[in-house]
């Protein structure tokens, strides 16, 4: 009898390839082949019978292994080999959560989430075991069909896969033929003994390295010289480049010292940032004038693109259409920066941030909540990561290295978008090279704004991380910090405020938290008569946080009254603000639980992630896991222990990922789902280790903390606003 096998849920067929491809492919046929050949037994066996296979491929930089790694799965694409092929960027971790997120959307597998990288990833990683499709991923290693990684690391072809293939570079016979199939079309060429001989002496000079030959003929290309030309230009300007640079990057130095001016500006920006996908909006500011005066011709599209034909033809960096993004290669982008030397890169970072700043969104008079905008933010993340890399890197090797106002600025803003993602480990990196920053700054640049922000960003990442005694501290400064401001800035005093009295009120100091709460309250009524189009805006943010105070403090009646009109006041604000709405219904959620109101409890608690899906979606946010957790608590007081367990194996999943910086949500999840699973009888031994895991942590953390065997031990260590 055939059984009948469950449909896929994947989207297929489904590619997921870099969208800037190199057009022109030369030799490599022996490796493609031992490629084929590597995983030919593994296509000669069914679906299910087939083994996971894998195979890296190592090598120096730009040696070719990428592209030999495009070609392969071209091939088997056009041959309609594959029913899935997926390219993975696995160089940076912000790189790599992505790909799976592009990789679960293109699937539109029914889980994925945009933007929630690591529900991403599990949902990908569970799909791949499951699938009965041919699948070839290329960056990294899955559970079943093929696997093709690049990789620089000698020691990832030994340990992480079956086999490894070195892509060595070429010799001077193959790196000479590859330069004259590159110049083929050129009428200047011809194949006289001399040139040859001189494609032969380029070749030994580069030591076959692809990317730099590829360079060097866009060099001779644009200048219409023959190869015998170009070498004895560089014979006769070798003293130009300094001694200690090796060859091969010698000749990168001819490449760039053949651009224009604003070719070089350009290459000199995108030298700082995410070398993968540079978006054309960010030279393309709606405030032209902001831009630095070496970059001012980006204002002007016919400037702007006669500048980028430049780059282009010298292939130095391509252009996809369809996204509108530019790519280029690290190994160009180290080799430009080491080219401009130490004024040129301070000047090149400088000019990086001028336009980074101005594309990433920030909350200012206009845009209170940056929730809105975080689908642009997304877009700009890993260019602020990469020029806070560059930064730490070029401060490291030269101390006198600064910064603009202005990167101190856009740092913030990202600060505040990394928060309200729940992203601690980005935003502790930002944290501190923000504050290393903001010394370079001469005195009069380090404002009251830059300072107060930067201290608070400081101080909520420590209480959310368990650290509520030092954040406190933090959060009271930037209160100071921001009386100082003159004129007194009350709508800034406000906020500031409410972060003290939150992480007061996590402390568990309730009567000091309300203090400051009303002191809060009283900025805003402040604040709010002064204007004239916003006039009551954001007070629901201030009930909704007061009211988790004083559901803890004892006091659920006025609690409750606080929360129907945080409420009222959401479902009246245009554009809808669901991000505080979802807060809103989290809060009743816990009234009700404290009452012993289950059936409303359950809605709330139930009301509260489906609002936050309608914005973020992010199943592995913090704050999802936290509604998991109380609506297994829910199911366990009601006796529904399937439920309970379901919930709160789910809300564990959540903060499994994030144990390392949320100890105590991660501790009361192993507490609570250990009370669960002892009372099935099968379970008990895991019911027990979880316990025990549960207690430690605890002792570790708070050894003061109180009965290891109740929730409120593990709920007073939570910050107040997901407790």
């Not at 000079?205 to 060097?216: D, E, N, Q, V, Y």
């Not at 640079?245 to 651009?259: E, V």
């Not at 989290?586 to 608690?605: I, L």
Request: aromatic share 8%; charged share 25%; hydrophobic share 40%.
């Amino acid at each position: 009898m055939q059984v009948s096998l469950p449909k896929d849920p994947a989207k297929l067929p489904c590619v997921v390839l870099p969208t800037i491809r190199t057009p022109r492919f030369f030799d490599r046929a022996e490796l493609i082949q031992r490629i084929e050949e590597h995983f030919g037994n593994n296509l000669s066996a069914g679906a299910d019978e087939r083994p996971f296979r894998s195979l890296v491929r190592h090598g120096l930089s730009s040696v070719g292994k990428t592209t030999i790694a495009l070609k392969y799965a071209e091939n088997k694409l056009h041959r309609g080999e594959l029913d899935a092929l997926f390219w993975v960027y696995s160089e940076k971790l912000v790189s790599l959560k992505q790909s799976f997120t592009n990789i679960a959307l293109s699937l539109k597998l029914p889980e994925a989430r945009s933007g929630d990288h690591e529900e991403n990833r599990a949902v990908v990683l569970n799909w791949l075991p499951e699938t009965r499709t041919s699948i070839l991923l290329i960056g990294v290693l899955a559970g079943r069909g093929r696997a093709l990684v690049t990789t620089r690391n000698l020691k990832v072809a030994f340990e992480v896969a079956d086999t490894g293939m070195e892509i060595a570079n070429w010799d001077n016979e193959e790196g000479s033929k590859f330069l004259l199939h590159l110049l083929q079309g050129d009428s200047a060429l011809d194949l006289e003994d001399s040139e040859i001989a001189s494609a032969h002496d380029l070749a030994d000079k580069l030591s076959g390295h692809a990317l730099a030959i590829s360079a060097l003929a866009g060099v001779i290309h644009r200048r219409a010289w023959s190869i015998k030309e170009f070498m004895e230009f560089y014979n006769q300007h070798r003293s130009q480049v300094p001694s200690r640079t090796p060859a091969i990057k010698a000749l990168w130095y001819m490449s760039f010292k053949s651009l224009d001016a604003q070719s070089h500006a350009i290459l000199a920006v995108m030298s700082f940032l995410e070398p993968d996908s540079i978006p054309q909006a960010l030279f393309e500011p709606e405030d032209p004038t902001a831009l630095p005066a070496s970059l001012a011709f980006c204002s002007d599209g016919f400037g702007f693109s006669e500048a980028i034909e430049n780059v282009l033809i010298s292939a130095l960096i391509k252009r996809d259409e369809a996204s509108r993004t530019f790519s280029l290669h690290r190994l160009v982008q180290a080799s430009f920066k080491d080219f401009l030397g130490p004024d040129g890169r301070q000047q090149a970072f400088n000019n990086a941030t001028i336009p980074l700043f101005q594309a990433f969104p920030r909350r200012d008079s206009k845009i209170l909540q940056l929730y809105l905008l975080w689908d642009r933010c997304a877009v700009y993340l890993q260019h602020v990561m990469s020029l806070k890399d560059c930064f730490l890197q070029e401060k490291e090797s030269k101390p006198k290295f600064t910064v603009l106002q202005a990167y101190c600025e856009l740092s913030n803003s990202c600060q505040r978008y990394l928060l309200e993602l729940s992203s601690y480990e980005k935003l502790e990196s930002l944290v501190d090279a923000n504050t290393i920053a903001l010394n370079t700054l001469p005195e009069e640049q380090q404002t009251i704004g830059l300072q107060g922000s930067l201290t608070s960003h400081k101080g909520q990442l420590l209480v959310r991380i368990g650290k509520a005694k030092e954040g406190v501290v933090l959060l009271k400064k930037s209160y100071d910090i921001r009386g100082r401001a003159i004129p007194f800035n009350h709508g800034e005093s406000t906020w500031a405020a409410c972060n003290a009295a939150t992480g007061i009120a996590t402390l568990n100091q309730f009567e000091e938290a309300i203090e400051w709460y009303e002191r809060c309250s009283a900025h805003f009524t402040t604040w709010s008569e002064q204007q004239s189009e916003r006039k009551g805006e954001g007070s629901a943010d201030i009930k909704t946080n007061l009211a988790h105070c004083l559901v803890w403090f004892g006091q659920p009646e006025r609690a409750r009254e606080l929360l129907a009109e945080a409420l009222a006041e959401c479902n009246r604000s245009e554009p809808f603000n669901w991000a505080m709405a979802a807060c809103t219904h989290f809060a009743p959620g816990t009234v009700d639980r404290v009452e012993h109101k289950d059936e409303p409890t359950e809605a709330h608690f139930m009301e509260a992630p489906n609002l936050r899906a309608n914005g973020d979606q992010l199943r592995s946010s913090p704050f999802n896991g936290a509604c998991m957790y109380r609506l297994g608590c829910i199911a366990l007081d009601r006796g529904q222990l399937e439920a309970a367990i379901k919930h709160l194996r789910d809300a564990l999943a959540v903060t499994e990922k994030r144990k390392h910086n949320m100890v105590a949500e991660h501790m009361r999840c192993l507490f609570k789902l250990s009370e669960a699973l002892e009372q099935e009888p099968q379970h008990v031994e895991e019911a027990s280790r979880l316990r025990d895991e549960a207690e430690r942590l605890l002792r570790q953390r708070a050894p003061n903390a109180g009965d290891p065997g109740k929730e409120s031990t593990y709920d007073n260590l939570i910050a107040i606003d997901w407790r």
